[in-house]
């Protein structure tokens, strides 16, 4: 089976630098998603992570550790459009398992 | 990445009637999946549509109430069958058009049933 944490809610200030934490237990892995998720719209994809380190894509990054399971993602210069809900999604067995997400309140 | 619709974009059903959500990618693929979404959750599977196999279910999901079709490679079709206010809930269908298991969701379709 599939066990994917995080944390529920997250508050930060605009301008400042928030990391969610991820961590799983799967059978089986192919690779670690993050999607970004506005409240009514569908999730969008934000990165991918299949090996070890630290991928960067602007003004977002994304970790992993696949010996410690644990992934996260780094929101840096935070902007009012970055409230959303985050989701760690991790590939194995043929599919692609949620976490329940966190949600990111950005405060002026 | 791909270009996916998803039609009706919403609908209120009557207790004990069907729909079905119909899901069009601009370019073929092999898989595609098909998610619920209920209010404040996160995302469900529902089943794994290959073209040419029977669907594959999750864990507390059955083709009798949601059965699925795969004509071809861009199209799919979900079925909600003998709805129940339980089944109100956001309905998504995603694709994996590439080599690295990424996905990408239609927009979904936002099903009330009362």
């Known amino acids: 089976g599939q066990n994917i944490d995080q944390p529920t809610e997250m508050t930060a200030t605009e301008g400042a630098i928030v990391q969610i934490n991820c961590t799983y237990q799967?059978?089986?892995?192919?690779?670690l998603f993050w999607y970004q998720q506005h409240a009514g719209e569908a999730p969008t994809f934000l990165s991918y992570n299949v090996l070890d380190g630290l991928e960067e894509k602007g003004r977002f990054s994304s970790f992993l550790s696949r010996s410690k399971g644990y992934s996260y993602l780094l929101l840096k210069e935070l902007q009012m459009k970055d409230s959303a809900s985050y989701l760690c999604?991790?590939?194995?067995?043929?599919?692609?398992?949620f976490g329940a997400g966190t949600t990111v309140t950005v405060r002026a | 990445s791909a270009v996916i619709s998803q039609k009706p974009s919403r609908d209120i059903c009557q207790r004990g009637t069907s729909l079905t959500i119909q899901c069009q990618v601009d370019s073929q693929v092999t898989m595609m999946f098909w998610y619920r979404q209920q209010p404040g959750q996160s995302l469900t599977l529902i089943a794994t549509a290959n073209q040419g196999s029977e669907a594959t279910y999750e864990s507390g999901f059955v083709i009798d109430k949601f059965p699925i079709s795969r004509p071809n490679l861009t199209f799919s079709t979900l079925t909600v069958s003998n709805m129940s206010p339980e089944d109100s809930s956001i309905y998504l269908c995603s694709v994996s058009p590439g080599q690295t298991y990424e996905q990408y969701f239609g927009p979904g379709t936002r099903l009330t049933v009362t």
């Open positions: 999604a991790v590939w194995g067995d043929y599919k692609l398992s």
């Open positions: 799967t059978s089986g892995f192919n690779g």
